[in-house]
Each structure stands twice: as C-alpha cells, then as structure tokens.
C-alpha cells in the first residue's frame, strides 16, 4: 500500500530540548516536504526537498533543520523547540505535479 | 509569487442542499491547481486536480471544480452534500517552473442535519 508514515503521531516536549520527526515513503517518490498547520493559517511549508541530498527552505524555516540522505526518508528536526512551534505537522511525498500523499501528522506540543 | 485565497473560512450547508466553496488564485505563469480535504483527526486526501483539458473537473464524492483563467479562480461544487463532508477543504496551487505546492487557509466545510 502506497502511504506516507510520520512517527510519532502525538509527542510534548519541553523547550529546548531536541526532537526529531521522522517521515518515510514507499513510493519511490522524488519530491517531499514538510508542513505546519495552524488555526486560520492553513499549511505552510517548512522545508521541502527535490531529491536525495537536495533541500531548500520553504516559507517558515527557522527554527527547523531537515535532512535527505535516503530517498525514501526525510525527518524533520527541532534543534531546541519553544513553544511557538507547537502545531500539527504534515510530510508528504509526489512525483513531478502529481497528487501528494500526506502522512497522518504529529501534532506537536513544546511546554 | 503565487498565492491561493479563501474567501470562507466556515460554510455551514443543510444536508442535501447545494455547496461551493470558493477558490481564487495568482500567479504570473501558468497554473496547476488541487483541492484537498481533511477529515478529523487525518491527513489531507486529493479530492481532484486540474492539469490541463478540460476546465470542468470531476471528483471523488461527487465534488467537482471549474477552473476559470479570466477569473483565476477555481471554486469546488456539490449538487448535494452529506454528513459524511463535514470536514476541512484546502485549495493549493502549482505554478508551473516551481516545485512549492501552496495552500489556501482552508474552508471549514459543515453539513447540518
């Protein structure tokens, strides 16, 4: 079955203390990306990646790093989370234009 | 620079009544645009797309969309909505040359009984 897995699906942390969001696809996809959600604001992309070893920043970077070293994987770091990032996170993987296949999310809240 | 509005923020529907959420975009080249919906608790899930063709485009659960270029808009439409639609609908938008997928703010889409 073709998905998109984020783990966890629910995490609290406290400030400053590192995280990580993982994200893996099995559909061979080029092309993924990470997305926060918030109340009246929608999704809005973090980071986003075009193949292995290729990233660039979306429209709210800071405060996240990401990393793409296998294809099929691409996690979402918290190098020392605060409060303004707790929210609903979404990866989500597509080839070219086609459709994008999102994971489940993670909502995410830092203390 | 792209960007996607979405003028409603909440549609309250009776059920089996008629439904269009509204859609309008710019963008300075051509355009590839998706409305997505998210159920409670879920991902987004494609509902359908426009590529190229026809400007009518039809999709799962009897929704449709018109993709309107004089107008840049791309409003999403139901003849007769269920219980099940209560859920939250996002028109996004490609511009063709760029890779960033952008999202509206969403439309709170709420069908009464």
């Known amino acids: 079955e073709a998905q998109v897995t984020q783990n966890p699906r629910y995490l609290i942390t406290v400030t400053g203390k590192k995280l990580t969001v993982t994200c893996s696809q099995n559909?061979?996809?080029?092309?993924m990306s990470w997305y926060r959600q918030d109340p009246g604001l929608g999704l809005r992309q973090i980071y986003y990646?075009?193949?292995?070893?290729?990233?660039d920043k979306g429209d709210v970077p800071e405060g996240y790093k990401v990393s793409r070293k296998e294809k099929r994987n691409f996690p979402l770091i918290l190098e020392s989370p605060s409060p303004n990032q707790t929210s609903l996170y979404f990866c989500?993987?597509?080839?070219?234009?086609?459709?994008?296949?999102f994971g489940q999310g993670t909502r995410l809240t830092v203390v | 620079a792209q960007s996607v509005t979405q003028l409603d923020s909440q549609v309250p529907v009776f059920e089996e009544a008629p439904v269009e959420l509204r859609c309008n975009y710019s963008?300075?080249?051509?355009?590839?645009l998706f409305w997505y919906v998210q159920y409670p608790n879920q991902g987004l899930q494609l509902l359908l797309k426009?590529?190229?063709?026809?400007?009518l485009v039809k999709g799962i659960n009897g929704f449709e969309a018109e993709f309107n270029k004089s107008q840049t808009s791309f409003h999403l439409r139901k003849p007769s909505v269920h219980i099940s639609d209560t859920a939250e609908y996002f028109c996004?938008?490609?511009?063709?040359?760029?890779?960033?997928?952008?999202f509206g703010t969403g439309t709170r889409l709420t069908v009464i009984p």
């Open positions: 989500a993987s597509r080839r070219g234009v086609t459709e994008a296949f």
């Open positions: 559909m061979n996809h080029e092309y």
């Open positions: 990646s075009m193949n292995v070893e290729v990233t």
């Open positions: 963008s300075s080249v051509s355009v590839y």
């Open positions: 426009y590529l190229s063709g026809s400007t």
């Open positions: 996004a938008v490609i511009s063709t040359g760029a890779n960033n997928l952008f």
